[in-house]
């Protein structure tokens, strides 16, 4: 009988996780998979029988502190066997260190993940929406003493303190790959001072049946300002748009239904260990559910 090998997955396997992480539903965006092997190399992995690679698992550590756990899949044709048993453990050694490990549970797995210490935090809901491309969204001009920065232009520094101080635990190497990669189009609410007050990314996925765009990570000082960025962000990006936004905040929710998306699914964030107390109602989109 044949041993499941469990080894850090390879930059020429990255194509074959990202088209089961499609065919799954996670919709993951262009150059994602990249991102996550390059915030932890040692955090990402492929489980293999013979030479065939059956299943993923990412355990990623932003720092000596916090960590997340994504990613997690077997192929359909080889579920039944115990081999998403061996990479969820695998995963949770790699981790085991740390001070708080969270995850986003499909509801059918909420009770498992109960079992090895996880515990519910807030509802993560995916909204949907249909971008004809014929409007600029709220407002054309920024809001008064800001104005908008995009691409090279973005203040790295500002956006990182303010990523830091909404976030549950500062992530500067992740996020400075997911807002230069080349992929997707950021924007940034700047004032007079460089001081930032919102920020948002916009990238293309892969959706099960063609591809649309994702919007996360988005903060911002108010819901008026999200609801600015959004506008922006979504301008000449036609096609479905995606966006997960924490249940922390409750008004994101109202925001989203104001600009007409539709919830399309849930998913429970959950944690093990000691939470940071940050609070996320400035939190409108998440970067991704497989780093949270």
Request: charged residues 20%; contains cysteine; proline residues 6%.
């Amino acid at each position: 009988m044949s041993s499941l090998r469990i080894l850090e997955l390879e930059t020429e396997q990255i194509p074959v996780v990202t088209d089961w992480a499609r065919q799954e539903g996670f919709a993951p965006g262009l150059g994602d998979i990249e991102i996550y092997r390059h915030t932890d190399r040692r955090g990402l992995w492929i489980a293999w029988l013979d030479q065939e690679p059956v299943g993923c698992i990412a355990g990623v550590r932003y720092n000596p502190d916090y960590g997340f756990i994504g990613l997690y899949l077997v192929v359909p044709q080889q579920r039944g066997h115990g081999y998403g048993r061996q990479l969820w453990a695998h995963a949770l050694e790699h981790l085991s260190d740390l001070t708080c490990i969270g995850l986003e549970a499909a509801p059918d797995r909420i009770v498992d993940y109960r079992s090895w210490g996880f515990e519910s935090s807030s509802l993560t809901t995916r909204w949907r929406w249909f971008n004809e491309g014929t409007s600029d969204g709220p407002g054309s001009d920024p809001p008064d003493g800001l104005r908008v920065v995009g691409g090279k232009d973005v203040p790295s520094s500002a956006v990182q303190m303010y990523d830091a101080q909404r976030e549950l635990s500062p992530r500067p190497h992740f996020l400075a790959d997911w807002l230069g990669h080349q992929s997707g189009q950021v924007l940034a609410l700047i004032d007079d001072c460089g001081n930032c007050h919102g920020f948002g990314r916009i990238r293309s996925c892969l959706l099960q049946h063609g591809e649309g765009w994702r919007i996360g990570p988005l903060l911002a000082d108010t819901p008026a300002l999200a609801s600015y960025l959004i506008g922006q962000l979504q301008r000449r990006h036609e096609g479905v748009l995606l966006i997960h936004t924490p249940g922390f905040n409750a008004s994101a929710e109202d925001l989203m239904r104001e600009l007409g998306f539709v919830a399309e699914s849930q998913t429970m964030r959950m944690y093990r260990g000691e939470l940071p107390p940050v609070a996320l109602d400035e939190v409108y989109a998440l970067a991704c559910l497989e780093l949270g």
